[in-house]
C-alpha cells in the first residue's frame, strides 16, 4: 500500500459515519458506558480525539512527537487512560469540535506528506498510508464500542478491508513483540467484503 488517497479517503468516511452516530446526542448519552472498562462514549470520542492530536504531531514534529513517547514510556499503565481523560469532561459539543478539527488537520497532513515519508510512532514507523490504516482501526473499533453503548447495529462497509490488511501486515509484529518467531511458512488470506469483493 503506497499511494494513501483510498485509505484516507475510507478514514474520513469512518470518521464521519461515527460523528453522525454521536453528533445531536444529549449529554446524558454521552456519558453512558461502553464496552471498556471506566470509558464512557465521551471517553471513546475523547480518546480518538487526542490519538489524531498525537498522529498530528507525528506527521509534523517529529521532536514533538518524541517528547510525548517520553511521557508514554514514563507513565506506561495509565498514559491512554490520561489521555482520554483529558477531553472527555467537555460539553459534548466543545468535545465534537475539538475532535473534527484535529482530525482534519490530520487529514490535511496526511495528503501532504512527502510519499516516502515515514513517521515516528509509539511502535515502529509509519508511512502515511500505514498511519491512516491505523486511524481508520481505531476510529473502526471505538466506533463500534459507541455503537455498542448506544444501543446501535452498524452495517460492515468494504472500509473494514484496511483493517484486515493492518491485521495481516502485522502479524510478524505480533509474534515479535511477544519474543516469539513467526511461523517461516508463506500463508494467504482472503476475506469477502460486504460489496462481495474479494
Same mark, same amino acid.
Given at each position: 500500500? &503506497?499511494?494513501? !488517497?483510498s485509505?484516507i479517503?475510507d478514514?474520513?468516511?469512518e470518521?464521519?459515519?461515527?460523528?453522525?452516530?454521536?453528533?445531536?446526542s444529549? !449529554?446524558p448519552?454521552w456519558a453512558?458506558?461502553t464496552?471498556?472498562?471506566?470509558?464512557?462514549v465521551?471517553?471513546?470520542?475523547?480518546?480518538? =480525539?487526542?490519538?489524531d492530536?498525537s498522529?498530528?504531531?507525528?506527521?509534523?514534529?517529529?521532536?514533538g512527537f518524541?517528547?510525548l513517547?517520553e511521557?508514554a514510556?514514563a507513565?506506561p499503565? &495509565?498514559?491512554v487512560?490520561e489521555?482520554?481523560?483529558e477531553d =472527555?469532561g467537555?460539553?459534548?459539543d466543545?468535545?465534537l469540535?475539538r475532535?473534527r478539527?484535529?482530525?482534519?488537520?490530520?487529514e490535511?497532513a496526511?495528503?501532504?506528506?512527502?510519499?516516502k515519508a515515514?513517521?515516528?510512532?509509539?511502535g515502529?514507523?509509519?508511512s502515511a498510508a500505514?498511519?491512516a490504516t491505523?486511524?481508520?482501526?481505531e476510529?473502526?473499533?471505538h @466506533?463500534q464500542?459507541?455503537?455498542?453503548a448506544l444501543?446501535v447495529?452498524?452495517?460492515?462497509?468494504?472500509?473494514?478491508r484496511?483493517?484486515?490488511?493492518l491485521?495481516v501486515? !502485522?502479524r510478524?509484529?505480533?509474534? @515479535?513483540v511477544h @519474543?516469539?518467531?513467526?511461523? =517461516?511458512?508463506?500463508?494467504?488470506?482472503?476475506?469477502?467484503?460486504? &460489496?462481495?469483493?474479494l
Open positions: 500500500m &503506497s499511494d494513501p !488517497t485509505v479517503d478514514l474520513r468516511e470518521s464521519e459515519e461515527l460523528d453522525r452516530l454521536v453528533a445531536g444529549s !449529554t448519552r453512558l458506558a464496552p471498556a472498562p471506566g470509558w464512557t465521551a471517553h471513546q470520542i475523547a480518546h480518538l =480525539a487526542w490519538t492530536r498522529a498530528l504531531l507525528a506527521v509534523t514534529d517529529a521532536d518524541r517528547a513517547v511521557k514510556l507513565a499503565g &495509565s498514559f487512560d489521555g482520554a481523560e =472527555a467537555l460539553p459534548p466543545e468535545l469540535a475532535w478539527a484535529g482530525r482534519a488537520a490530520l490535511e496526511l495528503r501532504a506528506a512527502p510519499p515515514r513517521f515516528p510512532w509509539y515502529p514507523p509509519m500505514s498511519m491505523a486511524r481508520l482501526m476510529t473502526w473499533a @466506533g464500542d459507541v455503537a455498542d444501543g447495529v452498524r452495517t460492515p462497509t468494504d472500509r473494514l484496511h483493517v484486515a490488511w491485521g501486515r !502485522t510478524d509484529f505480533a509474534y @515479535g @519474543g516469539l518467531n513467526p511461523p =517461516a511458512d508463506p500463508f494467504r488470506v482472503e476475506l469477502r467484503a460486504p &460489496s462481495g469483493d
